[in-house]
Structures are given as C-alpha cells and as structure tokens.
C-alpha cells in the first residue's frame, strides 16, 4: 500500500519510492514462497513451479511490451535477456549456496531431468538467436527478412515449448518432498488459500514492478547509467525478484527439488514461451522485437546455457557450483555497464 502512495502521490522523493517499492516486492515474494510450498506439496513441483514461474514472470512481460511501445527496443532486449540470464545464473547460484550450504556433505540433490530439459529449450533459443546474429552480421540474403525469421521462429519455438511443458507436468504430477517417516508434518493451509496467496502474490508484483521501474528511471538518468545495464541487471532483477527470494527461502528449508523447479521453470518460459510471445506481441507495438541481438549477449546466452547444463545436469551441485554461477553474472554485469 505504501509503495502505491508513494508512485500516486506527487511529490514523494524517487528514493524512497524506489525502496519501498523493493520492500514490496520481497512481501510478494515471501507470499508466492508459502503459496507455492502448498500446491507443490499436493501436486507436486512440476504444477507448482509452472505456476509460480508464470505469474512471477508477469512484470516482464509488462515492462517489455511498455518499453517496445515506448520506442525503447534496447531497454526491452535487455529486460528480456537479463530475466533469463538473471535466474540462469544469479539466482540459480544463490538457490544453490542456500540449499548446499546446510548438508553434511555440502551437497545438494535434485532431479536432473529439469535442468537438462532447461538447458535443452535453452540452446534452441540460442541456436535460434545465432542464426539470426551471423545472418544480421554478414548482411547477406536472409538479413533484408529477419523479420519474417523471427516470427517463424517464434512459432516454431512456442510449438517446442507446448510439447514438452504438456510431457513435463504429465510426469510431475506427484507430491514433492514428502517428509520421511517420523518426521514432524509440515502445517498445511488450505489449498483455495494456497492458489489464492499465488494469485495475489503474482498481481501484486506486476504491479509493484511497474511502481519500481517508474522509481528507478530518473535514478538511472541522473546517475547515467546505460540502458543496457539497466535492463540486464537492475530492471531483471527487480522483475525477478520473486524468484530470488522464493527460490531461495525454499532451497533453505531443503525443499531442494521445488527450488530448483522453480529457477528452472523460469528459465525456460522466459526463453522458449516469453520472448517469443513478445516477438509476435511486438507486431502491434510501436517497435517490434526481432531475435537479432547484439553478438556479446548471443555469446552470453550460448555459454549460460553451457554453464548449467554442467553444473546441474548431474542433478547435485556444491557451493562451489554456485560461487561460480554467481561469479559469471558479476562479470557479464560489468561487462552490460560499459555497454551502450
């Protein structure tokens, strides 16, 4: 509420609505954090992580569809391509120092079917967005059509990402982490409050990025930040921020398979379902929105999806494995900070 007050009402200093802001942002992501802990436990992680990467992915989509009618096409690049590099990278590495960190053997385990799948839907993206880049760059033929490539791309994509997400929640449809016998059960709620808490949880971030967003924009003009750090750091990890702390609440408490759902999930709609939706979407917007990227972040897309499919294929991962993850978006941050 009061970050509501503080976009409406003139006169509120951009600071303080840009935290307050930031605070509601983490009451929303401690509500998807419960929500989904409920519907996962009777449905398992794979309803419940497309469920919550759905919903927490709505600032996204909002914040890109505005910029691309705005004119701003390298804000809504970079918006798009740091959620999935954001959630690849620096989420997934703080899921996992939180969830290997508290194991006796520093060692956190979960499916590898999820991560491989990811990495897969990943590297048709990339191959995608590749295909495109060398074809802009050598500006032969196919570069006077890339248009018309990349929503015939879009199609086919979106076509890949339905088959396998209808062959994924037919083979999540168990309860997750059950607890062992003698343990302790977990206090349930009611399941209308679980998806109600989601529902609300969602809503409210779309709303409350847009409010952070409006915040953040005469910062980044007076600080002179670039747009392209702007939207692969600080507009997509606000966007995310739903993730990073729901992600992370939950690889804590060892609900390890649920927390990796989650990332996971994430990753892939914004890859396969979002960005493409938003290439066909952008046909009536003010600027369309086409694969062809700028080569350094083609190049940092392919060696993302590289890096997890290493590092979480196996289904364990260490903290190792996350400082690293962690580590690479530090460096692809600085490198979006000189970018223009």
Known sequence: MLAGVAHYVAGVPHVVAF?????ALA?????VSVGVEQVGGRYGTAVAGVMQATLANLPEFFVVLFALNAGEKTLAETAILGSILVNALLVLGLVIVAGSWPEPDRTMRFSARLPNDTATLLLIAS??????????????AASRHIQTISIVSAVALLGVYGVWMVQYLRSGSAPAQVPAAGAAPRRSLPIATGVGLLIAAGTGAAFVSDWFVAALK????????????????????????????????????????LAIALVKNSVSQIAAFLFPLLVLVSLLTATTLT???????????????????????????TPFEGV???AAFVILATVAAFEK
């Open 218 to 257: 005469p910062t980044i003009d007076s600080l002179g930040i670039s747009q392209a750090f702007a939207g692969l750091v600080i507009v997509a990890i606000a966007g995310n921020a739903v993730e990073n702390f729901a992600g992370i609440a939950l690889a804590a408490k060892g609900q390890h398979e």
């Open 127 to 140: 191959f995608i967005i590749v295909l495109v880049a060398l074809a802009d760059t050598a500006q032969d």
């Open 324 to 326: 690293a993850l962690i």
């Open 19 to 23: 935290v307050l802001s930031a605070l």
């Open 291 to 317: 694969f062809a990227l700028s080569p350094v972040y083609t190049g940092a897309l392919i060696g993302t999806a590289i890096i997890i499919w290493q590092v979480t294929g196996d289904g364990e991962a």
């Open 27 to 31: 009451g929303c992501a401690w509500m």
